[in-house]
């Protein structure tokens, strides 16, 4: 798969949905930069979510004028960084299709924005672009027809917009449409693609925005009036979608202009349909349609490859949750019903789920008050990892974390510098799914879990082992040279882990380390103080000197653009570093 990104800035506009800004979530999870633009009083709260590095603070709050401010903010900004052009999306949308011979199917978000950008720029007069919704595709075998792009018409939400355009934001209500008529009314062209379609969310769907301001009671229709009051005889109110809706005359088809071709672009040499590299890959356990299978075979028998997927990593664990819970609960005598409440509340505390983000359960509020309890007696309490439930926590350690660096792994950009690795270690294993995982993707390599022997979660590894393949240590002895060594969330739970990082440096002379540290957050079995030659230092001095004991070693950081950094992959051959794109620390 290509890694396209887009070339123009992407500005999100969002308000009172910092626990559920639906964009800023899956251009993170694609990897595409981007911008947030909101509110100074809610700083704080996006902050806490997205970084602060990704957010533009307005100069203005409160205006009661809709999101028209804010455009006509982003406008100038991105003008006065020398952009042509920028992007503008709405807040309440999760990811892009590509329509794709009648199917509707998911696409990467930054190879659509930037062959969207690509073919716009082919032209000189094209005011604003962007994507159709994807719940207006039409559907081929009802008869309809689609091009892969509309030329002159509505462009919502997820927009392209020209700086150089004379024309701003204006009103309150049904801005994209007033600004689409503005430029097609004085001769440019609009172009809305159809060949990638945004998953937006339906208006009045979602809490926050401008819903309470501007939707409620009779909004819709002061909407619709407000419009054909500004384009009399051009614009009518009217009703569909059981409410008041503006309806454009002829369907938008009275705007006849003419696309001008730019003349420093060879037209007649460019590909008749070009992919940019685009295929098809399997990301779950079965194809269903029988019509994607055949597009599956279709591109074997062209390219002689595929990706063959890792069904537990491409795999929503929503999915497979209930099979967890069984095979735990044939294992050992627990209340299923009480620990899938509790991963629910607990991936809602986390705000991972479509609901509000909840309190942590008082079940594993009291774990972990008896967990710092017994720090603070001097008697850290391992039995905790014993407890009935801790393993709920360690399913969504797997279903949040652990899973998503699995799916790093398979980028483009990483999976090429790890695939020849022979032998993976996945120290402090969990529940094991993460070490199946491993197996899944590396089917060819030797793959060890490792984990306490006599301990519920080393017994229910030793099952996921004989299942799926790999095998079970009690420690890192004997184990040998490992090419790969991955630790998420293992660190923090040992009270010296920078002698036992010497220790595995020692032992397992590993060629890549692959590590996600978390020193210093509050959690269950993590420390206060760590020992650190013979000295007690703070959990926030320990990723610091983490680093700097790898560096030491001879290992280098390999850029793999993983978000907020986690997790890090770093690789000993300091003399190919440049070639894997790393870093001097």
Same mark, same amino acid.
């Given at each position: 798969?290509?890694?396209?990104?887009?070339?123009?800035?992407?500005?999100?506009?969002?308000?009172?949905?910092?626990?559920?800004?639906?964009?800023?979530?899956?251009?993170?999870?694609?990897?595409?930069?981007?911008?947030?633009?909101?509110?100074?009083?809610?700083?704080?709260?996006?902050?806490?979510?997205?970084?602060?590095?990704?957010?533009?603070?307005?100069?203005?709050?409160?205006?009661?004028?809709?999101?028209?401010?804010?455009?006509?903010?982003?406008?100038?900004?991105?003008?006065?960084?020398?952009?042509?052009?920028?992007?503008?999306?709405?807040?309440?949308?999760?990811?892009?299709?590509?329509?794709?011979?009648?199917?509707?199917?998911?696409?990467?978000?930054?190879?659509?924005?930037?062959?969207?950008?690509?073919?716009?720029?082919?032209?000189?007069?094209?005011?604003?672009?962007?994507?159709?919704?994807?719940?207006?595709?039409?559907?081929?075998?009802?008869?309809?027809?689609?091009?892969?792009?509309?030329?002159?018409?509505?462009?919502?939400?997820?927009?392209?917009?020209?700086?150089?355009?004379?024309?701003?934001?204006?009103?309150?209500?049904?801005?994209?449409?007033?600004?689409?008529?503005?430029?097609?009314?004085?001769?440019?062209?609009?172009?809305?693609?159809?060949?990638?379609?945004?998953?937006?969310?339906?208006?009045?769907?979602?809490?926050?925005?401008?819903?309470?301001?501007?939707?409620?009671?009779?909004?819709?229709?002061?909407?619709?009036?407000?419009?054909?009051?500004?384009?009399?005889?051009?614009?009518?109110?009217?009703?569909?979608?059981?409410?008041?809706?503006?309806?454009?005359?002829?369907?938008?088809?009275?705007?006849?202009?003419?696309?001008?071709?730019?003349?420093?672009?060879?037209?007649?040499?460019?590909?008749?349909?070009?992919?940019?590299?685009?295929?098809?890959?399997?990301?779950?356990?079965?194809?269903?349609?029988?019509?994607?299978?055949?597009?599956?075979?279709?591109?074997?028998?062209?390219?002689?490859?595929?990706?063959?997927?890792?069904?537990?990593?491409?795999?929503?664990?929503?999915?497979?949750?209930?099979?967890?819970?069984?095979?735990?609960?044939?294992?050992?005598?627990?209340?299923?019903?009480?620990?899938?409440?509790?991963?629910?509340?607990?991936?809602?505390?986390?705000?991972?789920?479509?609901?509000?983000?909840?309190?942590?359960?008082?079940?594993?509020?009291?774990?972990?008050?008896?967990?710092?309890?017994?720090?603070?007696?001097?008697?850290?309490?391992?039995?905790?990892?014993?407890?009935?439930?801790?393993?709920?926590?360690?399913?969504?350690?797997?279903?949040?974390?652990?899973?998503?660096?699995?799916?790093?792994?398979?980028?483009?950009?990483?999976?090429?510098?790890?695939?020849?690795?022979?032998?993976?270690?996945?120290?402090?294993?969990?529940?094991?799914?993460?070490?199946?995982?491993?197996?899944?993707?590396?089917?060819?390599?030797?793959?060890?879990?490792?984990?306490?022997?006599?301990?519920?979660?080393?017994?229910?590894?030793?099952?996921?082992?004989?299942?799926?393949?790999?095998?079970? #240590? !009690?420690?890192?002895? @004997?184990?040998?040279?490992?090419? *790969?060594?991955?630790?998420?969330?293992?660190?923090?739970? &040992?009270? /010296?882990?920078?002698?036992?990082?010497?220790?595995?440096?020692?032992?397992?002379?590993?060629?890549?380390?692959?590590?996600?540290?978390?020193?210093?957050?509050?959690?269950?079995?993590?420390?206060?103080?760590?020992?650190?030659?013979?000295?007690?230092?703070? #959990? !926030?001095?320990?990723? @610091?000197?983490?680093?700097?004991? *790898?560096?030491?070693?001879?290992?280098?950081?390999?850029? &793999?653009? /993983?978000?907020?950094?986690?997790?890090?992959?770093?690789?000993?051959?300091?003399?190919?570093?440049?070639?894997?794109?790393?870093?001097?620390?």
């Amino acid at each position: 798969m290509p890694n396209l990104k887009p070339i123009y800035p992407i500005y999100v506009i969002s308000k009172g949905r910092a626990d559920a800004c639906k964009t800023a979530d899956f251009l993170i999870r694609e990897e595409v930069p981007f911008h947030i633009v909101i509110e100074p009083q809610e700083k704080d709260l996006y902050a806490a979510k997205y970084g602060e590095e990704r957010l533009h603070i307005l100069p203005f709050s409160n205006l009661g004028r809709g999101s028209i401010p804010v455009r006509n903010w982003v406008k100038e900004h991105s003008t006065a960084n020398g952009d042509q052009r920028h992007w503008i999306l709405d807040d309440n949308m999760r990811g892009v299709y590509r329509w794709y011979r009648g199917k509707r199917i998911w696409c990467d978000s930054g190879a659509a924005l930037h062959i969207t950008e690509e073919f716009i720029d082919r032209y000189t007069n094209v005011a604003i672009g962007g994507l159709n919704y994807s719940f207006f595709g039409r559907n081929p075998r009802q008869g309809h027809k689609v091009p892969p792009f509309r030329l002159n018409c509505h462009v919502y939400s997820c927009m392209l917009i020209l700086n150089e355009l004379p024309h701003e934001w204006r009103g309150r209500y049904n801005e994209d449409t007033d600004l689409c008529l503005q430029v097609l009314a004085d001769g440019w062209c609009t172009i809305q693609m159809q060949i990638f379609l945004i998953d937006k969310l339906q208006t009045m769907t979602m809490k926050g925005g401008n819903t309470d301001q501007l939707y409620d009671g009779d909004g819709r229709l002061y909407m619709a009036r407000s419009l054909e009051r500004k384009w009399p005889g051009v614009v009518k109110t009217t009703r569909k979608f059981k409410r008041p809706q503006h309806h454009i005359k002829a369907n938008w088809q009275h705007f006849d202009n003419k696309l001008i071709k730019r003349n420093d672009v060879d037209f007649d040499n460019l590909k008749l349909i070009d992919e940019y590299g685009l295929n098809l890959q399997q990301v779950k356990p079965e194809i269903v349609s029988k019509r994607i299978q055949g597009y599956m075979d279709e591109q074997i028998a062209k390219t002689g490859q595929t990706v063959k997927p890792a069904h537990l990593v491409n795999t929503p664990p929503s999915r497979f949750v209930n099979v967890f819970l069984n095979k735990y609960a044939s294992m050992y005598p627990i209340n299923r019903d009480f620990a899938k409440d509790m991963i629910d509340q607990i991936l809602r505390h986390r705000g991972t789920s479509k609901e509000q983000p909840i309190p942590l359960p008082q079940y594993m509020v009291e774990l972990e008050g008896r967990w710092y309890d017994s720090l603070n007696s001097g008697e850290p309490d391992y039995a905790i990892y014993d407890d009935d439930y801790y393993f709920t926590d360690m399913w969504v350690c797997w279903a949040i974390y652990s899973r998503n660096y699995l799916r790093t792994l398979l980028k483009p950009n990483v999976y090429p510098i790890v695939e020849n690795v022979k032998t993976i270690a996945d120290l402090g294993c969990g529940i094991g799914y993460t070490t199946a995982g491993f197996k899944q993707i590396f089917p060819s390599s030797e793959v060890i879990g490792t984990n306490l022997e006599g301990t519920k979660q080393h017994d229910f590894c030793k099952v996921m082992a004989d299942a799926s393949g790999f095998k079970m #240590a !009690s420690d890192i002895q @004997g184990l040998g040279q490992i090419d *790969l060594v991955f630790a998420s969330e293992y660190f923090e739970h &040992i009270l /010296a882990p920078i002698t036992h990082l010497e220790e595995i440096l020692a032992t397992l002379s590993p060629r890549f380390l692959y590590v996600a540290n978390s020193f210093n957050t509050h959690s269950i079995g993590h420390f206060n103080h760590y020992s650190v030659e013979r000295n007690w230092l703070p #959990a !926030s001095k320990l990723s @610091g000197i983490f680093n700097k004991t *790898l560096f030491a070693h001879g290992y280098r950081q390999v850029e &793999i653009k /993983a978000w907020n950094n986690k997790p890090a992959l770093w690789a000993k051959d300091a003399q190919n570093l440049e070639a894997l794109g790393g870093s001097d620390g």
